[in-house]
């Protein structure tokens, strides 16, 4: 497994949630989902593919929170989080993948650092820290191309120029090296965060994705606060590390940062 993923970049367990699980991480999504359309209509309406901060007290009542916190922080899941990211990743935050209103929107390829960092930094975080994304979809999707090995290799001319729309290139065209990966509701998709990427829409798709990070405050730094469990919940978790581990990450900087002023 991990072999397979850190040649690829990514990797796929079928049938990793079972249905009555999957039931209740889908009516928790679409109650979300109903209440982030009303909050973002605008959003929604022209062309948003997804949402995030499920965890956060805007949408969702505690009850529905512990029932994602819990799913984060199992032993099942932690388990193939720590044995892709090794000792101690970190909770970072979740989203929510659906299909835009408009049909004939097309998906686009891209890194996810590349809208916050230059092309010499994109270069650099090849050789990590990681951020990686597990992605459960609740109902069968499309899924998602990936073009295997980038999350360790730099673009082809290619793959740049399409990426990045240089040279008349458009980022929603087809990539030879891009490689479809076709889901089943209860799957998990494993893939870094870096890799070159782009979602398929289509199938009503609801996909529930939960970002880990290597702990690292650069990257820790992105965790909202509203998203992390308090102390009580935290105790009812089986495997609360990755989340105690954000919350001591954010601490210790808060603490640097008041220390430096
Ligand atoms: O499913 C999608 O629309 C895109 C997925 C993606 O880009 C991501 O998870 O970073």
């Not at 928790?28 to 956060?56: C, D, I, M, P």
């Not at 990686?132 to 740049?160: A, K, M, N, Y």
């Amino acid at each position: 497994m991990i072999k397979e993923y850190e040649e690829n970049g990514y990797l796929v367990l079928e049938g990793f949630v079972g249905e009555s699980e999957l039931q209740k991480l889908r009516e928790v999504a679409v109650q979300f989902h109903q209440s982030w359309k009303q909050g973002s209509a605008r959003l929604y309406n022209e062309g948003a593919v997804n949402s995030a901060y499920l965890t956060a007290k805007k949408h969702l009542k505690d009850s529905e929170r512990e029932l994602l916190f819990k799913f984060i922080g199992s032993v099942k899941l932690m388990g193939v989080v720590s044995s892709i990211m090794g000792g101690r990743p970190a909770f970072m935050n979740t989203q929510l993948f659906f299909d835009p209103v408009n049909e004939g929107q097309r998906s686009y390829w891209h890194r996810d650092p590349q809208y916050h960092m230059s092309i010499d930094e994109q270069k650099q975080s090849l050789l990590g820290p990681n951020v990686v994304h597990f992605r459960v979809p609740l109902v069968d999707e499309p899924g998602v191309e990936l073009v295997p090995g980038t999350h360790r290799r730099w673009d082809s001319g290619e793959e740049l120029d399409v990426r990045l729309e240089q040279n008349g290139r458009k980022n929603y065209e087809d990539l030879s090296s891009g490689v479809n990966v076709k889901l089943n509701a209860g799957d998990l998709l494993v893939f870094d965060a870096g890799m070159i990427h782009r979602g398929i829409y289509g199938m009503g798709r609801l996909s529930l994705d939960i970002l880990f990070c290597d702990s690292v405050p650069k990257l820790v730094k992105f965790v909202d606060d509203s998203c992390l469990p308090n102390s009580d919940m935290l105790t009812k978790l089986e495997d609360a590390s990755a989340f105690s581990r954000a919350v001591e990450i954010k601490f210790r900087n808060r603490f640097m940062e008041a220390k430096s002023v």
